[in-house]
């Protein structure tokens, strides 16, 4: 099947840069779109999604972007802090029938340097 | 609400050996699903439910099987463990959309 996959393994930023982490999904007929959070030994933790009938959303310090065009998302952390140290997934509702189910990336990690 | 709960949380396994991985959520959600997580990967979909009484293959679901118990349940089965099962193993489930919420997870290692 379709697969989403992303751009950086690793991405490494000073306390309170902006991060911006990147997604390239395939499946041109997703529909819905998530980002997760993963920290150590947990599991994933929603942080922010989008519906392909909007470009941009924004939560408190997240903003996802969305260019159908290129098929491409980016998760954007602003001022990031120690505690957003931690692996992004983002993740695409594969609609090959009735059901709902997500595929994921294979995640970035965000190091943030103090 | 406890969410999604998984047992156990730790669990070590002879080649060959069965076991039962144990799931329930308590939102009400219809649909529910396991998924693998390898070291340094994504999450790879085992089996889901979209509902009560139904269950489907994802990418992986060789060497698994599973079963919706009621609407709150949904379990996972390890008929013959192999090192290839080896993982972090989650558990979610989610109402009316996609948006899925996940487990603590179960670490398994086969020996």
């Known amino acids: 099947g379709e697969s989403v996959g992303l751009h950086l393994p690793t991405l490494s930023v000073q306390e309170g840069d902006n991060s911006i982490i990147n997604c390239a999904y395939s499946n041109s007929a997703s529909d819905y779109f998530i980002w997760y959070k993963q920290e150590s030994g947990k599991g994933p933790q929603f942080i922010i999604d989008i519906r392909s009938n909007m470009d941009k959303r924004q939560g408190q310090r997240v903003t996802v972007l969305l260019n159908k065009t290129v098929k491409h998302l980016s998760l954007q952390i602003a001022a990031t802090q120690p505690g957003d140290s931690a692996v992004y997934f983002c993740?695409?509702?594969?609609?090959?029938?009735?059901?709902?189910?997500?595929?994921f990336g294979s995640g970035t990690r965000l190091l943030v340097r103090p | 609400n406890a969410g999604v709960t998984q047992t156990p949380k730790f669990q070590v396994l002879k080649t060959g050996q069965s076991m039962t991985l144990q799931c329930a959520q308590d939102m009400n959600h219809n649909s529910m699903y396991w998924y693998r997580q390898d070291p340094g990967m994504g999450l790879r979909l085992i089996y889901y439910?979209?509902?009560?009484?139904?269950?489907d293959k994802g990418e992986v679901p060789n060497g698994y099987n599973v079963s919706r118990l009621n609407k709150r349940e949904f379990s996972l089965r390890l008929e013959s463990a192999a090192p290839s099962q080896t993982s972090v193993y989650f558990c979610?489930?989610?109402?009316?959309?996609?948006?899925?919420?996940f487990g603590q997870g179960t670490r398994l290692t086969v020996v």
């Open positions: 993740a695409e509702d594969d609609r090959m029938d009735s059901s709902y189910k997500l595929i």
């Open positions: 979610a489930s989610s109402g009316r959309t996609a948006l899925a919420f």
């Open positions: 439910s979209a509902s009560e009484g139904t269950t």
